[in-house]
């Protein structure tokens, strides 16, 4: 399994990114992709969810109205739209993938991992 993450770069406060995680080597209609967060010196955090159907979403109640998560099974890609960026949604942010369609928010649930990518929100 391989997960490759791309997508972060340095932003404003207000802008927008989209980060994009391709997946392979899975079975991608069994499988929940997530994006969780970590800032420096804090816990990885949960940030967004959708089963690969698109049918199961979930977002952290920091994010809600802001990140939008995506699935595109045709390009095995899972997106995360972010708009409205602010300071502390600056971390290193991380796809996973999760082998079940229950879409759970703690780290430990995912046994795959892509490798990060640098966001940075500058005020």
């Known amino acids: 399994v391989q997960l490759q993450a791309s997508g972060g770069g340095l932003v404003q406060a207000g802008g927008s990114l989209r980060l994009s995680c391709v997946a392979s080597g899975i079975t991608f209609s069994r499988y929940t992709m997530s994006w969780f967060r970590q800032a420096p010196g804090q816990e990885r955090e949960f940030v967004a969810a959708?089963?690969?159907?698109?049918?199961?979403?979930r977002y952290a109640d920091s994010v809600k109205g802001r990140f939008s998560i995506s699935s595109d099974s045709a390009k095995n890609t899972v997106a995360l739209q972010m708009n409205s960026l602010q300071p502390e949604d600056t971390a290193v942010y991380y796809c996973?993938?999760?082998?079940?369609?229950?879409?759970?928010?703690?780290?430990?649930?995912?046994?795959?991992w892509g490798q990060g990518t640098q966001v940075t929100v500058s005020s």
């Open positions: 959708i089963t690969w159907s698109g049918d199961t979403l």
């Open positions: 996973a993938a999760r082998n079940s369609l229950v879409a759970r928010t703690t780290p430990q649930s995912y046994a795959y």
